[in-house]
């Protein structure tokens, strides 16, 4: 395995390379953002100075519109009828006692109020389950590349492959999830967590920035979450972690975590270190044709679980773009739909910190309560701001990239994109487009998705992110209160 990963990635960079050196001047000519440790753009001095002016108090009017109507949408009820319909990703045939877990697990999945799988996880356990796990070398074991919608429960899929399949006797780690954030592998992390609350045998050690051990110490927890930095320093040069004794590897956002543009350097120099006849866990909801190509490379004989690009987006996160001139505009039309609907919590994607802190700036003058997360900021301050949101302190996230994928909120009924994602090359990003807007709508939850169009050519990138999905995106006239009412209901 390890040959044909390092082959792939040899003959993928040599060809990258040819290219390399035309882009990095191109960047210096244009400043576009650079690729940050973790994968967000950095900020990028837009120039202009705004006057901080007084905008019309409309944080009244919102409030008065809270109390009046109420349009919070989630029943469990509604996710029942999901899993009866065929044609939801949520739909099983089977219950989680035919998948065959341990008891213990069983109630650790009873316990956090599943009643039954989803699709994915009823057609990626059977595989990941299969024995043997440790094959004899020159075989593969049951690698897994898979695909599912957001919100859809991938989570619990490899997780609970990962608790199935670890020795709590054994005091060694057995089992490795790495994650492109240090907020996705807490979450992840808690969810591991959770579900082995009856299984206290297996242990859990995180490897994230922040966590120091002794030098010389070897961890004994038999499963690993972190971030891919960390992981590799705990593996190769703090020695923490045997990785030859690493049973199954598991990529969560593996699309990016395997991309030229992502985290690739430190996920194969990971993947180097393990065993060659440890089973790899491929998950994301996107990946992009040449990612999708490259992963069935460097995965070894591969079960595969893929979308047709139609299945791609959820019907139940609606979506639509409202037209405007600069981001004042965008601003007034964002006070306007808080204005019009009650909005249990939002996350607000801006393509730059500099762009997001001032937005957080104005949102809070408005009298809202807003979180400001991006990429630069402390460990620490970035737990504590995700923990506040997700306890409902604040209502408003305001954010970079660094939290458009995985992350999961239930009360996320809005997710507005300020600025369209874009990569490098100014060109649409589908994908994060896909992330960003699966933060709302969690596991069949009904979510709206605003997209602030600015100028010609953020309409082409609309434009262009609608034909790759196919995928009617409407437009909504933010200076009609009637008409946003609508679309909430
Ligand atoms: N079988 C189930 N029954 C009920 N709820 C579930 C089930 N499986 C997962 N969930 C819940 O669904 C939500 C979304 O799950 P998860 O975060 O794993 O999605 P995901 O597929 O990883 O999405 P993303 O691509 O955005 O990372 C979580 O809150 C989780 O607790
Ligand atoms: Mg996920």
Redesign the pocket.
């Known amino acids: 395995m390890a040959e044909s990963w390092a082959l792939a990635v040899d003959e993928q960079e040599a060809a990258a390379e040819s290219l390399g050196g035309l882009q990095i001047k191109e960047k210096e000519k244009e400043e576009k953002p650079k690729a940050e440790a973790n994968g967000t753009a950095k900020p990028e001095e837009e120039g202009e100075k705004q006057d901080e002016e007084d905008k019309e108090d409309k944080a009244a009017q919102s409030l008065l519109n809270k109390l009046i109507r109420s349009n919070l949408v989630n029943t469990t009820n509604q996710?029942e009828v999901l899993q009866r319909d065929p044609n939801s990703p949520?739909y099983s045939v089977k219950s989680f006692e035919e998948l065959r877990l341990k008891p213990q697990l069983l109630q650790g999945?009873y316990a956090?109020?599943?009643?039954?799988?989803?699709k994915?996880?009823e057609n990626a356990l059977p595989m990941m389950l299969a024995e043997p796990v440790c094959v004899p070398s020159g075989s593969s074991p049951q690698n897994l590349i898979a695909q599912?919608?957001?919100?859809?429960?991938?989570?619990?899929?490899f997780v609970l492959a990962m608790l199935s399949h670890v020795d709590a006797s054994r005091k060694w780690p057995q089992c490795l999830c790495v994650s492109p954030t240090y907020e996705l592998a807490l979450q992840t992390g808690k969810?591991i967590e959770q579900m082995g609350t009856f299984y206290p045998e297996v242990k859990l050690a995180y490897a994230i920035r922040g966590n120091k051990l002794d030098r010389g110490m070897k961890i004994q927890e038999q499963i690993v979450i972190g971030t891919p930095g960390t992981v590799l320093d705990w593996c190769a040069k703090l020695r923490f972690i045997d990785p030859k004794k690493i049973m199954v590897f598991v990529l969560?956002?593996a699309d990016v975590m395997i991309a030229t543009q992502g985290h690739q350097d430190q996920s194969i120099r990971i993947q180097r270190l393990l065993p060659q006849n440890c089973q790899m866990l491929l998950?994301?909801?996107t990946f992009e044709d040449s990612v999708w190509r490259f992963a069935q490379r460097i995965v070894p004989d591969p079960n595969i679980i893929k979308l047709k690009r139609e299945e791609e987006t959820l019907d139940t996160i609606k979506q639509y773009y409202v037209l405007c001139n600069c981001k004042e505009e965008k601003f007034t039309a964002l006070c306007n739909i808080y204005g019009a609907i009650t909005i249990a919590q939002a996350m607000i994607f801006c393509h730059t910190r500099k762009t997001a802190g001032w937005l957080a700036g104005e949102l809070s003058r408005e009298g809202h309560q807003v979180a400001l997360l991006s990429g630069e900021m402390m460990v620490e301050q970035r737990a504590a701001v995700i923990d506040r949101f997700r306890d409902g302190k604040e209502k408003v996230l305001v954010t970079t990239n660094v939290c458009a994928?995985?992350?999961?909120v239930?009360q996320v009924s809005v997710v507005i994109n300020f600025d369209l994602p874009v990569d490098r090359d100014g060109n649409p990003d589908n994908e994060t487009y896909l992330?960003r807007i699966?933060?709302t709508g969690?596991?069949g939850k009904r979510g709206l998705a605003v997209n602030m169009v600015d100028s010609k050519h953020s309409m082409n990138i609309l434009n262009r992110i609608q034909d790759h999905f196919n995928k009617k995106i409407e437009k909504l006239n933010t200076d009609d209160l009637d008409e946003i009412e609508k679309i909430a209901n």
């Open positions: 996710v949520l999945v956090m109020g599943f009643n039954r799988p989803s994915i996880q599912s919608q957001s919100g859809t429960g991938k989570t619990a899929a969810v969560d956002e998950f994301s909801a994928r995985g992350i999961d239930e992330h699966g933060r969690r596991f």
